[in-house]
């Protein structure tokens, strides 16, 4: 039987995943941090902030994960207010002209909420956010950088739209902040992907048809399938 995507072990990732462990041991200490895992569609993004999610509620680290969606994108702050579970409305009732005072409302809802213990906030998706989401990123993991407050953010650059581009060049700066690239995977983690998929391991034919996949894993699932 051919299991669903995403259901076995994350393979090839050795590297990315000693650095969410990591990250989420020091946080769990007092210290924060960020994370840019940066990749193609299907490079397996998603799945990596997953793990960090259960890895966080293993370690009793509370979680705020949303993921941002193109529809959302003449929102302001969608993604960052979704993920913090906030329905905002302005004191004028006009959200969209009171940036500034929604970012403020955010900060100090974030403040709260680290006071109660570490806390990771995972944002997927990031191509699609709005440019409010996307200034909140870089103005609040600067404010808050003394807090135990872990971010994972993750997202495709796009030639046309350099604006998360532009957002992990100055997070990038940053010494504490770490970038994550999801390259393609070696082929010895594309056999394990397949024998996970299939429970035995893959004969020649079957290598030979996956290389069309080009070591990204879900289009070495969908081949499989």
């Given amino acids: 039987m ?11 990732r050795t590297g990315e995943l000693r650095i969410l462990g990591e990250h989420l041991t020091a946080v769990g200490a007092g210290q924060g941090g960020v994370v840019l895992i940066e990749g193609p569609a299907g490079s397996g993004k998603s799945r990596l902030l997953s793990h960090a999610a259960a890895l966080a509620g293993e370690r009793e680290v509370r979680v705020a994960m949303a993921t941002a969606k193109k529809a959302e994108r003449l929102r302001p702050l969608a993604v960052v207010l979704r ?3 906030l329905l905002v409305t302005s004191p004028s009732g006009d959200v969209a002209n009171k940036r500034p005072w929604l970012l403020e409302h955010v900060r100090a809802h974030i403040e709260d909420r680290v006071k109660l213990g570490p806390l990771l906030v995972l944002l997927d998706d990031l191509q699609w956010a709005d440019t409010g989401s996307l ?21 495709r650059r796009d030639a046309a739209d350099d604006r998360l581009d532009v957002l992990f060049k100055h997070l990038e700066q940053d010494p504490g902040a770490v970038p994550v690239r999801l390259d393609a995977l070696q082929a010895g983690a594309v056999a394990e ?4 998929q299939l429970g035995a391991p893959p004969d020649a034919d079957l290598l030979t048809l996956t290389d069309d996949a080009r070591g990204n894993p879900f289009m070495v699932i969908e081949l499989v399938d």
């Fill in 2 to 12: 051919v299991r669903g995507p995403g259901t076995g072990p994350i393979r090839g």
């Fill in 83 to 85: 993920a913090l579970g």
């Fill in 135 to 155: 200034f909140a990123i870089q103005t609040l993991t600067a404010q808050l950088g003394s807090y135990a407050l872990l971010w994972v953010l993750a997202g």
């Fill in 193 to 196: 992907i397949i024998a996970d």
